[in-house]
T-cell receptor, first 114, second 116 residues
């Protein structure tokens, strides 16, 4: 069985400040890791994913996440946030690279304060 | 590309009524997933299909829930009879299995179901 823990349900930060959203997972098999973002009243959009290779993965809008196998973590970071980053962020794990269903964390609401 | 299409976007019904949610996956995608999102339980996988065949329905909460995929371009999730605790946002997602780069799941906008 797999599980994902997002330690913070809400993270308030000031605009242009750095942010880290924490994600830990547990699994008995090799996993693939994902971060999805959900804007109000919308579906989920893939932000970035780790399948193999380099443990540091980046998105096109400045987010990055690092896979740490020893700590079973996949924390999401951004050096400088914008108001437009306000959203719900979900960490997810899959043993099939997304070919099977995703197991999601409870989500972290990122609140950007001006 | 229109993306994953779900209908209706909002559904309000009374307890005991039958509810049918619909999903059209992205053309060419061969996997389809149904998820449910609630405040209490977060996002949960209900069932998924590969090439129109149900692969894992262990997340379907009760026999009141059923899902079908009669062809590659259409799927339904049916609740009969509906109960207030079924109130949630139901998401459909699709992907292409077998890509070397991994299988990103593309989500629809969701159907917000309210059972009174």
């Amino acid at each position: 069985a797999q599980s994902v823990t997002q330690l913070d349900s809400q993270v308030p930060v000031f605009e242009e400040a750095p942010v880290e959203l924490r994600c830990n997972y547990s699994s008995s098999v090799s996993v693939y890791l994902f971060w999805y973002v959900q804007y109000p009243n919308q579906g989920l959009q893939l932000l970035l994913k780790y399948l193999s290779g380099s443990t540091l993965v980046e998105s096109i809008n400045g987010f990055e996440a690092e896979f740490n196998k020893s700590q079973t973590s996949f924390h999401l970071r951004k050096p400088s946030v914008h108001i437009s980053d306000t959203a719900e962020y979900f960490c997810a794990v899959s043993s099939g690279g997304g070919a099977d269903g995703l197991t999601f964390g409870k989500g972290t609401h990122l609140i950007i304060q001006p | 590309d229109a993306g994953v299409i779900q209908s209706p976007r909002h559904e309000v019904t009374e307890m005991g009524q039958e509810v049918t949610l619909r999903c059209k996956p992205i053309s060419g995608h061969n996997s389809l997933f149904w998820y449910r999102q609630t405040m209490m339980r977060g996002l949960e996988l209900l069932i998924y299909f590969n090439n129109n065949v149900p692969i894992d329905d262990s997340g379907m909460p009760e026999d009141r829930f059923s899902a079908k995929m009669p062809n590659a371009s259409f799927s339904t999730l049916k609740i009969q009879p509906s109960e207030p605790r079924d109130s949630a946002v139901y998401f459909c997602a699709s992907s292409v299995v077998g890509l070397a780069g991994g299988n990103e799941q593309f989500f629809g906008p969701g159907t917000r179901l309210t059972v009174l």
